[in-house]
């Protein structure tokens, strides 16, 4: 059974771009479910309190499931390793501890990431990424490594699941950079978390990419690419933050991204899990819970 959730940063928290003035964690959570979504995800460390009791209270009371948490790390330094591990074992115990722990519910994921917007290369060139800015044969062994690493750590002392999200400013954006990252990593460890606007802005083609890492999609995000902010994007070199605050990312249905073909590649691939709506839509013009009604509308206009 596929389920919808919204995520906080469908409410102004977002990574380089974000609204200064988001609405609370509690006022998220309301308009989430308010707007008929089942789950939600952690979003950015300390915007939701520590406290699973809590938390998990304040979901059960709105009808709510926690779906993950995005948890961005530095990969290529070894160095960084172990206190990034420790940074996903935070992590995953605070998820683990805001489930009811039924059937029906399922487990959250720990959603890993190369820590976006912390190159200045890979994050002036987002969108338009060459071979040149990618990382060292060493640097990639080091990455898959740390990933593997952290995945076995959060599944052995959690039992929660680990998948890794694409993501633009980061190094592993496009589709080449995820298929090598996927090649040199456990499978059994480590799926992926397809985002479909960050793969289409990275050049990509959403329509493709269900099938292309069929068996190892374990966690999906929806979102949806303005096609004249891309070009643009692309033209006049914006960088990431640029980019996210001239509006590339737009509600579903208002862009170039082929949601409903993904949807239809994932139920022929038999997936079970979550569509996550991440709607990065720059404040303005509408209000976040009109949003959010909105993308639950076209949701349910496939089916979901």
Not at 124 to 137: D, F, M, Q
Request: net charge negative; charged share 25%; proline share 6%.
């Amino acid at each position: 059974m596929i389920r919808a959730a919204n995520a906080p940063c469908s409410f102004g928290m977002v990574t380089g771009a974000g609204d200064p003035d988001h609405a609370a964690w509690e006022q998220v959570l309301d308009e989430i479910a308010e707007a008929g979504y089942e789950g939600t995800e952690l979003g950015d460390w300390g915007f939701m309190p520590e406290d699973p009791d809590l938390v998990r209270a304040e979901l059960a009371r709105r009808r709510l499931a926690m779906a993950g948490a995005f948890v961005p790390v530095r990969l290529a330094d070894p160095s960084l390793h172990a206190a990034a591990e420790d940074f996903a074992l935070r992590t995953a115990r605070l998820l683990a501890g805001c489930v009811r722990g039924t059937p029906e519910e399922g487990l959250p994921f720990v959603i890993l990431a190369d820590d976006p917007v912390a190159d200045p290369v890979r994050t002036a060139n987002a969108g338009r990424i060459r071979p040149e800015h990618g990382w060292t044969r060493d640097q990639w062994q080091a990455a898959a490594a740390g990933c593997d690493r952290l995945a076995r750590a959060v599944k052995d002392q959690t039992g929660l699941r680990t998948a890794f999200h694409h993501h633009g400013a980061s190094f592993v954006e496009t589709p080449s950079e995820i298929e090598t990252l996927l090649d040199l990593t456990d499978s059994a460890l480590l799926g992926l978390c397809l985002d479909t606007g960050h793969y289409e802005f990275a050049g990509g083609d959403a329509r493709e990419a269900a099938q292309r890492f069929a068996g190892r999609i374990w966690h999906v995000h929806f979102k949806d690419c303005d096609p004249a902010a891309m070009e643009r994007a692309r033209r006049e070199r914006w960088d990431y933050p640029e980019a996210l605050r001239r509006g590339v990312f737009r509600g579903l249905g208002e862009g170039v991204v082929a949601n409903s073909a993904v949807l239809d590649g994932l139920r022929r691939l038999d997936y079970s899990g979550w569509i996550v709506v991440e709607n990065e839509a720059p404040p303005g013009g509408t209000t976040p819970l009109q949003r959010a009604l909105a993308d639950r509308d076209y949701l349910r206009g496939l089916g979901l």
